[in-house]
Structures are given as C-alpha cells and as structure tokens.
C-alpha cells in the first residue's frame, strides 16, 4: 500500500510541475504580446488607456495632418490611487503637423520598477491642444502588454 501511495504522489508531483512549465510558458507569451488600442480625432486629444491587468507602456504613435501647428504632447499616468498621485512622465514639447510622435520604450526601461508599468486600474494619458481645432486631425496608437 505504501508503495502505490508514493507511486501516485510521484504521478501526481509530475503532472503538477508539467503543468506549471506550461503555465510560465503561456504567461511569457502573454507578456510579449502588445495590445494596440486607437483614437482619432480633429480636436484636443484627451484620451487614456489601460488593461484590466498590470501592464505596460510599449509604443506611442501620433500622426498629425491638416494645416500647420505644433504643441506639447503629454504622457501621464492616472492613478487609480487618487489625483495626488496622477503626475506627468514624459513631454514631447512640439508634436504636430510634420512632427509626429514615434515613442518606444526600450527594453532597458521596461524593468521593474519602471516609470512605464501600472497597475490594472491605472491610466495612461495622453493630451495634446491642438494648436488648429477643426483643422488638424491626428490618429493616434498606443501599445500595451502585460506586465509581471
């Protein structure tokens, strides 16, 4: 009796740590895959984004077209902890027309803790006055994979 007790322990062990090798694999996956999320518009961008998980920034991409006209182009984190914790990461001082934003965040600035991580109830903002409402439209893309 013994014997077939250590015999399923053993089965039962091994088919635990397969499961777990598969686990580790599939959450590798999931970090590597890189949710792309859109908005458009001809007026200011106002606009946040998030996943239901922790996660991370991976790209930013604007483009501008329309008549000419340039501005700052914020990228803060609304922070699901309350306004006192909301605070600006990165400023892009003239994003517009015939300056696009073309932001990647490297892998060297991806590692925890990083600017560039939130937690699944924070934003990612971004806001830009359009220097010519009505008269530049701007596409914009951000990228965001989960994050460990």
């Known amino acids: 009796m013994p014997r077939d007790r250590s015999t399923i322990i053993q089965a039962v062990d091994t088919a635990l740590a397969i499961q777990e090798a598969e686990l580790a694999e599939t959450r590798m996956r999931q970090m590597l895959a890189v949710v792309s999320k859109t908005a458009t518009g001809l007026g ?18 604007c483009h501008f077209s329309g008549s000419s006209g340039t501005a700052a182009f914020a990228i803060s984190v609304d922070s699901a902890a309350g306004s006192a914790y909301d ?38 903002r971004i806001q830009w006055t359009n ?6 439209t701007w596409g914009l893309e951000v990228g965001l994979a989960l994050a460990s």
């Open 44 to 61: 200011d961008i106002d606009q946040t984004f998030s996943l239901d998980r922790k996660y991370r920034l991976v790209f930013i991409r």
């Open 87 to 124: 605070t600006c990461l990165f400023t892009i001082t003239q994003a517009g027309t015939n300056k696009d934003v073309h932001l990647r965040i490297g892998q060297g600035d991806t590692g925890e803790p990083s600017a560039w991580t939130f937690q699944s109830d924070d934003g990612v």
């Open 131 to 136: 220097p010519d409402s009505g008269n530049i």
